[in-house]
């Protein structure tokens, strides 16, 4: 089954560039099943910044995930990076659905 997520995305520019990007369906009234999801993107581009994912992987588990940001201007872009996507769900959290712009405005990601 595939579901859509909307997103806001930006470009976090300084002396290299990372494109960060938040999205929620929003509270759904319980876990997974109820269909809310919420996606966190971070791509370095040109930055000195490593994703890692550690820890075992299985049903009980879904393991862990470092981001390694190596020099001032990445913890500059990483520091606002982590605001933005904050900024962005919170956002998502605080507009009544009945408010939130129709999902076909935003941009989508799918899972």
Do not use: C
Request: net charge negative; no cysteine; charged share 20%.
């Amino acid at each position: 089954m595939t579901h859509k997520v909307p997103m806001h995305a930006a470009e976090i520019t300084d002396a290299g560039m990372i494109h960060v990007a938040a999205g929620s369906t929003g509270q759904q009234g319980g876990d997974s099943g109820h269909g809310g999801r919420t996606v966190v993107r971070i791509q370095g581009n040109g930055a000195d910044i490593v994703f890692r994912l550690f820890g075992p992987v299985d049903d009980d588990n879904a393991g862990a995930m470092e981001i390694i940001a190596s020099g001032d201007a990445e913890l500059r872009m990483l520091a606002r990076a982590m605001d933005y996507i904050a900024s962005s769900l919170l956002g998502v959290l605080a507009t009544p659905p009945e408010h939130r712009p129709e999902p076909d405005s935003w941009h989508l990601t799918d899972w």
